[in-house]
């Protein structure tokens, strides 16, 4: 696959934390990658797309306005070389099925550590599939007629403990503070805050803000 289908992205995120992050790792994943453009919502993606025909496009399945299953396969159907891979935190098969079936050529998971996601992305300079490992092996099961496995329950409220560190990230997301005004009232970089927002979304099973600010609220983090 020539690398030209690479010099710009697209990245359909609405969670500023992730979507900062993914912007930030996709150009050194792959260094052909000039310009990353983004969006937080589908709308706004399909005006990006009015623009520009995507090579490479990472996108959030749940989506303030809809999933992504009709804007994945628009992207396809702009470009037939499209490769379009879903970012997100679910691993389970009611949301890995229909990304596949719509036209996505990779689907990673966003709470593994860059250093993963980075080696996964780097795949598809090679014409090979960026998956998560969990994902492969979820696919591979299909096809060889395992049974389909739910999804996967999230995490009761007493599982989701989380460390001294993690509950201050928790109370300043909650409060409306994003990561980049985080870093610096708790003495860190901008990407480990992210690092530990994804953390804390995994660990809590959920996957937005207001989430967040409704769990702070219910441990007793913000009035």
């Known amino acids: 696959m020539s690398t030209f289908a690479f010099e710009r992205a697209l990245i359909v995120e609405d969670l500023e934390e992730p979507r900062e992050w993914l912007a930030d790792l996709l150009p050194r994943a792959l260094p052909a990658v000039q310009v990353v453009d983004t969006a937080a919502t589908l709308s706004e993606a399909r005006e990006r797309m009015a623009a520009h025909a995507y090579g490479l496009a990472l996108v959030d399945w749940g989506l303030p306005d809809g999933t992504s299953e009709g804007l994945i396969a628009q992207l396809v159907a702009a470009r037939v070389d499209a490769v379009v891979i879903v970012a997100t935190i679910h691993d389970d098969d009611t949301h890995v099925f ?44 299909h096809f060889r007629g395992e049974p389909a496995t739910l999804a996967t329950p999230r995490r009761g409220r007493a599982e989701g403990k989380l460390t001294d560190r993690e509950v201050d990230v928790l109370r300043l997301i909650a409060k409306g503070y994003r990561a980049t005004e985080v870093a610096p009232l708790l003495g860190l970089s901008a990407n480990t805050v992210s690092s530990y927002v994804r953390d804390i979304y995994r660990k809590l099973g959920i996957s937005s803000r207001a989430e967040a600010a409704m769990e702070a609220a219910r441990r007793g983090l913000v009035a």
């Open 98 to 141: 229909p990304a596949l079936r719509a036209g996505a050529t990779g689907y990673i998971l966003k709470s593994q550590p860059a250093e993963d996601v980075m080696a996964q992305l780097r795949r598809i300079e090679s014409g090979e599939p960026a998956l998560s490992p969990s994902i492969a092996l979820r696919v591979l099961r």
